[in-house]
């Protein structure tokens, strides 16, 4: 990657941000300007232009153009961010600036397990989130933000922010597909004095899944499911500055892990997830919001064995007004997880933690602030540690802003990494965790800035670099077996340029590239090696979006170069996906999907077992209609 490629994309998004044009509203796709307001890089609402952060904000109004139906598609089409897919429906890992220590949201509410997946360093899979229907928008973060979320925020934060009753009506959504998937969804959702609610209710099923594989169109052996969802939101208001809110989301999956197809396992997957939360807000509808929280979040699966994971936790969170230039934001956090895998060698492996963090937003001068932020942890398997942070943003104008942030890392050792131990007869390998891990170290920074050319053309970049001593990986022996182990460091550096353009009120674009680049040391003497998994060190996307009356369509490209081909099929691919919809009445709507439209073979998550052993869905079709009532 070269300094030079970057300044041409640079001037042709200039060339083409300059282009005059004559419209007055826009496709609703498209709200992520600097007057965005968004929540999760401050912990407060905050316009973008404010924020000394690289935030992506995705709304309702995108998913449904779009039609997605899982968080994993719609985070794919965000810049910088990759999904990678072992099995798609049943594991999706997610990856930020090229790094899998994201924490994830639901309404500011922390979801990922100490448990972890047992794939790298991520501990959150998103195919175990529930129905997408009550998503009001997804905040991705991309960059550091462990000073105010904690262990595991090293490559960002995402936030999905869920809808609240606004008014009383329900709305059945049905659609078929390709592979035999039906699926049905009901949301509710209602206003009664000052009780709301917002509730949805959803059935998948899958047959069989197909591939483009080296021998043509072929089926993934044992990839059937079928799951159903429910997810609940209560609001009551108390006053006029406070409010009681019941959260609940559930979920069961009833399939298969279907493994790689050098390996197919016929092995049953059951799982079970129940999360619910309650949460009492206090001084609403001012610039220092508050609450107390308690949640419960609770999943278990079996497969070949059962393996269950319970975080429970309190959330106390408060912002004060210094001055008309300052603004204090501090909470505390108590979190306790219960984490066992009786078949893998450990049982009741609790964690606790006790946190505090602040954060003190410092506005200079009209144009310059600087917000320094501590968080303090208290572990009890690995004791006390502190994770400072200091960000400064810049804005130089109405439409533009810069930002730069600097911060230190700390990400603790998952149970699976810590006490995994299992010998497969069959294969003639083990599995071995490492009680004696050290805490993952290091420091993580981002430059950056946000322009509006005019209301109706955007750009942003950011740039990143971190560095991770003690990495924690699983590695080899010359007999197979595998073992946890800290490497002595590991790199990360790279960009996100994203442009959108408002042509008129029928057609608006948006054009995205991201370079990753990672190297590891594995204290071997050869020194820093690329990362020959990295599933997409060159990333581009792109989407062409229209709406005019009745009719919408979108067609959206993900793209991927530089790939190493001793663990990938191609050193590149290009995807593409569209949807085309049409309003048949003021509550009806038809629509039809097709992902993957030229059929490509490709994979997104490299397999030790074998060049494309985890190949993601070929061409697929889905028909569906929207009635509200």
């Known amino acids: 990657m070269t300094y030079r490629k970057i300044t041409s994309f640079l001037v042709f998004l200039s060339i083409t941000g300059g282009m005059a044009v004559n419209a007055s509203a826009l496709h609703s796709s498209d709200t992520d300007d600097v007057d965005t307001v968004v929540v999760t890089a401050n912990r407060i609402p905050t316009k973008k232009i404010e924020t000394a952060a690289a935030v992506s904000v995705i709304t309702s109004q995108q998913i449904e153009d779009n039609h997605y139906t899982s968080i994993g598609e719609v985070l794919q089409q965000v810049n910088g961010v990759v999904v990678s897919e072992s099995t798609p429906g049943t594991l999706d890992l997610l990856r930020i600036n090229g790094d899998d220590r994201v924490v994830v949201l639901v309404d500011g509410r922390r979801m990922n397990s100490d448990m972890g997946t047992g794939y790298g360093r991520s501990n959150i899979n998103l195919a175990t989130f529930p129905s997408i229907q009550n998503i009001d928008r997804i905040e991705v973060v991309r960059g550091n933000g462990s000073a105010l979320y904690g262990s595991d925020a090293v490559g960002g934060v995402v936030n999905i922010i869920t809808k609240k009753g606004k008014k009383n009506q329900s709305t059945l959504d049905v659609n078929t597909g390709s592979w035999g998937t039906p699926s049905y969804t009901l949301t509710n959702e209602g206003v009664h004095d000052k009780t709301s609610w917002f509730v949805s209710a959803g059935y998948d099923k899958r047959n069989y899944l197909k591939y483009n594989g080296a021998d043509g169109n072929a089926k993934l052996d044992n990839t059937d499911f079928k799951d159903n969802t429910l997810t609940m939101r209560v609001d009551q208001q108390l ?29 049953a997957l059951q799982r079970l997830t129940n999360n619910w939360a309650v949460t009492y807000n206090f001084k609403e509808n001012s610039d220092t919001p508050a609450y107390i929280r308690y949640y419960d979040n609770y999943m278990t699966t079996f497969n070949e064995s059962r393996f269950t994971s319970r975080t429970k936790g309190v959330d106390v969170q408060n912002t004060w007004n210094i001055s008309s230039n300052q603004k204090v934001t501090g909470g505390l956090e108590w979190r306790e997880s219960n984490s066992s895998n009786l078949s893998r060698g450990y049982s009741d492996v609790v964690i606790m933690n006790q946190g505090a963090y602040a954060e003190d937003i410092i506005k200079l001068n009209k144009k310059l602030t600087v917000t320094p932020g501590i968080r303090l942890d208290n572990n009890s398997r690995f004791g006390f540690h502190k994770t400072p942070k200091i960000a400064l943003n810049y804005a130089a104008g109405a439409a533009t802003n810069f930002f730069a942030s600097w911060g230190r890392v700390f990400s603790a050792p998952q149970v699976e990494d810590m006490f995994y131990n299992v010998y497969y007869s069959a294969y003639g390998y083990g599995m071995y965790g490492n009680p004696n891990l050290k805490p993952e170290t290091g420091y993580s920074e981002t430059i950056g800035m946000n322009h509006n050319f005019d209301d109706k053309t955007s750009l942003s970049v950011s740039l990143f670099k971190s560095e991770i001593h003690d990495a924690i990986r699983w590695y080899a022996d010359a007999y197979y077996n595998w073992y946890a182990g800290n490497l002595n460091n590991e790199k990360k ?5 994203t442009f959108k353009k408002k042509m008129n009120t029928v057609w608006n674009y948006d054009l995205g590239y ?27 996307h792109a989407g062409l979006h229209y709406a005019k009356n009745a009719w919408k369509a979108n067609l959206l490209m993900t793209a991927g170069t530089g790939r190493n081909t001793t663990v990938y099929s191609h050193s590149s691919y290009v995807i593409w996906d569209g949807s085309v919809s049409y309003d048949a009445a003021k509550n009806t709507t038809i629509y039809f999907k097709m992902n993957n439209i030229t059929n490509r073979q490709y994979e997104t998550y490299a397999s030790g077992y074998g060049i494309g052993d985890y190949p993601m869905p070929g061409r697929y079709f889905q028909l569906g209609v929207k009635y509200t009532f």
């Not at 006053?239 to 092995?267: A, E, Q, V």
């Not at 550096?493 to 340029?497: A, Y």
């Not at 990362?531 to 060190?537: A, E, L, R, T, W």
């Open 493 to 497: 550096s790279g960009i996100d340029i």
């Open 239 to 267: 006053s006029n500055n406070s409010s009681l809110r019941f959260d609940y989301d559930h979920k069961t999956f009833d399939g298969k892990l279907p493994g790689t197809i050098s390996y197919p396992s016929p092995t």
């Open 514 to 540: 991201s370079y990753i680049n990672t190297e590891t040391d594995t204290g071997n003497g050869t020194g820093l090696t690329a990362d020959i998994k990295n599933s997409q060190p060159n990333g581009y």
